[in-house]
């Protein structure tokens, strides 16, 4: 079956402006969870939505954001962008992540100049 | 402290030898561990969960878990060239999964 996937994989953006990365998880999954991934600080939870709810939150300033749609499919948003955002952010399913059991997307890298 | 530490590595074993991974953690009311392991490029990959006291083994994986002493340890037998990634730790506890920063790991040959 079709495994969890992000778009886009690759962007680039400046200082200022937002960015949407999208996540279609696993058919079937209602829990999706996204992370911050950096070399300097490894991953770093944002939050998890399941079932259209934000679940769980991390402690990321408000310029991060989610939600999730009735299909389960989930977007996160990030505003006034700064050279910091630069990451790789990952997305990941499951049947509820309490069970720990995550699959991971490949991931939209953002690059922020 | 954090949450969850692990040694950064890279640690390095010689093809054939045994790689022991090693992660302790701070909430004495986490309840379950996993191991995740990350090729460079690419994204992380489940490949040993634990929930009890003990040892569990998964073909040339063993987890180890040591609530006691809040360690958990991974144990990589017969090493392989294609072992050589990132492992990363990760510790649920509230629902909320905590990842380690991870540890570099190189078979050599």
């Known amino acids: 079956k079709a495994g969890v996937t992000q778009t886009p994989r690759y962007l680039i953006k400046t200082r200022g402006q937002q960015v949407t990365l999208s996540c279609s998880p696993i058919?079937?999954?209602?829990?999706v969870s996204w992370y911050q991934q950096t070399p300097g600080q490894g991953l770093q939870f944002l939050f998890e939505?399941?079932?259209?709810?934000?679940?769980n939150k991390g402690n990321f300033p408000g310029r991060f954001s989610g939600r999730q749609f009735s299909n389960s499919r989930s977007e996160m948003n990030v505003s006034t962008l700064e050279l910091g955002d630069s990451a790789l952010y990952l997305c990941?399913?499951?049947?509820?992540?309490?069970?720990?059991?995550?699959?991971f997307g490949e991931g939209s890298r953002l690059t922020v100049l | 402290q954090k949450e969850v530490e692990q040694n950064s590595g890279p640690l390095s074993v010689p093809e054939g030898a045994i790689a022991s991974l090693n992660c302790t953690y701070s909430?004495?009311?986490?309840?379950?561990f996993f191991w995740y392991r990350q090729y460079s490029g690419k994204s992380p990959e489940l490949i040993m969960s634990?929930?009890?006291?003990g040892d569990k083994e998964d073909g040339r994986f063993t987890a180890q878990l040591n609530k006691a002493s809040q360690y958990v340890s991974l144990l990589i037998r017969d090493s392989q060239p294609s072992d050589s990634a990132t492992y990363l730790c990760?510790?649920?506890?509230?629902?909320?999964?905590?990842f380690g920063t991870g540890t570099r790991l190189q078979v050599t040959l």
């Open positions: 990941a399913s499951s049947w509820d992540s309490n069970t720990g059991e995550l699959f």
């Open positions: 058919s079937g999954h209602r829990s």
């Open positions: 939505y399941f079932s259209e709810t934000q679940r």
């Open positions: 909430d004495r009311g986490s309840q379950s």
């Open positions: 634990i929930y009890s006291n």
């Open positions: 990760a510790v649920s506890t509230a629902s909320k999964l905590t």
